[in-house]
């Protein structure tokens, strides 16, 4: 077998065999295949797409080029969360106490956030001493123990992906329904669970800004969830605008728990509950969302999601005090407000340049090895349909720089229309896909 048939065959529309996609895979992994026929066979997918044999076949290799983690230690239903990335979207940080809480056990694999903010291992490490560097024992242990164990992404886990990902990222191929699902889909079957709850954002401020191709998306990683034997669920949720009010990795933690004191803002709850009720339905807790979402809310009522979030955050060496005291958690030197430039409602906000905000003031990486700002950040005060009046704040610049502080605030209001009249406010939940 050749690459350059390979290569041919499918610039020139034919579909590869299982064991033509697995040639590939492993001699890419190994490095015996160079970086420029990977690139060229990227660019042929690219043009020529997959077919769902295709891209099962292509997600099945990338998750067994390495590790598969074996969870059948855990006792029960074993459930997974991955959300495709948002502005503001800290749902992990909530959703996953108030599941366990419920007696679902969550093993999760994260990883940190390259772009506008950090991922959820960043947020995490807001708590003073918190690590995800823990071993498959500990992670294990911590699961049958608590309910919750996060875990950094290891090196052996999926690592065709790791290095497709790295080549597709610069050579202009990343944007291909089949390669994104293969991408995302081989690294969460490889984590070992036995369900898995897919958040597919929608909008300005998601990979997919189009609805209908966050719809492809979610129904192609479903589909290759069912062919692997998994469960999985798809949420497609609303990212027009940013999630909840906090957009920055100690301000979403500090949103995050106040949700599970049952004060979080109105969307950021809505779709907490949402995504916690499949998890459960997944988990075998449940028989209904409706019933799902009452033991959500039972559990934020009595203190025990709250609670529950203390206890992860200590089996992981974080400080549990600051989950009940978040004056504990890194805070910004200064807090700033954007005031209004007229009166009216909000009409629009571009949600990827409120993203970009965050990180011109730290709370982002422009590239791995960036430092990144945890106490940075803002804080909406108005959302999409919400009245302000000249000279209100729209929102607070949380910095630790004055020049970083002006241009976010130039920024933002740049992002920000108002107009004369309320738009109407749309769903935050678009469609649930089993």
């Known amino acids: 077998m050749r690459m350059y048939d390979i290569i041919m065959k499918k610039r020139n529309g034919g579909a590869l065999s299982e064991e033509e996609i697995q040639f590939f895979v492993k001699g890419y992994t190994r490095g015996e295949i160079p970086d420029y026929q990977a690139a060229a066979l990227m660019m042929a997918i690219y043009f020529q ?61 994260s990883g940190r956030g390259l772009g506008h903010t950090g991922g959820t291992v960043d947020k995490l490490e807001s708590f003073p001493g918190f690590s995800t560097a823990i071993t498959g024992q500990q992670f294990v242990d911590n ?50 669970t036995d369900a898995i709850v897919l958040d597919v954002k929608t909008g300005s401020g998601a990979f997919m800004k189009k609805e209908e191709d966050s719809y492809a998306l979610a129904q192609e990683m479903v589909d290759i969830g069912k062919a692997a034997g998994k469960e999985v669920i798809a949420v497609i949720s609303d990212m027009d605008q940013p999630l909840g009010r906090a957009v920055g990795n100690a301000l979403e933690v500090k949103e995050a728990i106040a949700t599970l004191r049952g004060e979080g803002p109105e969307d950021f709850v809505e779709l907490s509950l949402m995504l916690g009720s499949q998890m459960l339905l997944a988990g075998g807790k449940a028989q209904t969302e409706k019933e799902a979402k009452q033991q959500l809310q039972q559990v934020i009522a ?104 002006a241009a976010a605030r130039e920024r933002f209001l740049a992002a920000c229309q108002i107009g004369e009249t309320a738009p109407a406010k749309g769903d935050i939940i678009k469609h649930i896909i089993r």
């Open 302 to 405: 009595d203190g025990s999601a709250l609670r529950k979030l203390a206890e992860f955050v200590a089996a992981q060496g974080g400080d549990s005090a600051a989950v009940y005291d978040t004056e504990l958690l890194p805070k910004a030197k200064l807090v700033l407000p954007v005031p209004a430039p007229q009166s009216g409602y909000i009409q629009h906000i571009a949600c990827d340049e409120i993203g970009m905000c965050s990180l011109l003031l730290g709370g982002g990486r422009e590239t791995k090895e960036s430092a990144i700002d945890l106490s940075v950040g803002l804080v909406l005060e108005k959302k999409v349909g919400d009245s302000v009046e000249e000279g209100e704040p729209l929102a607070w610049l949380h910095a630790n720089d004055e020049n970083q502080a």
């Open 143 to 192: 699961v049958n123990r608590i309910g919750i164990a996060i875990m950094g992404q290891t090196a052996d886990l999926a690592p065709a992906d790791k290095k497709l990902y790295a080549l597709r990222d610069v050579t202009a191929t990343v944007d291909n329904m089949s390669l994104i699902a293969s991408s995302i889909m081989s690294k969460k079957l490889a984590a070992g």
């Open 49 to 109: 797409h997959m077919t769902k044999a295709e891209t099962n076949a292509l997600t099945m290799a990338m998750m067994h080029s390495g590790d598969v983690l074996d969870l059948s230690a855990i006792e029960g239903i074993k459930v997974d969360k991955h959300s495709t990335g948002g502005v503001g979207d800290k749902t992990s940080l909530a959703v996953i106490p108030m599941v366990a809480a419920c007696g679902v056990r969550v093993a999760k694999m």
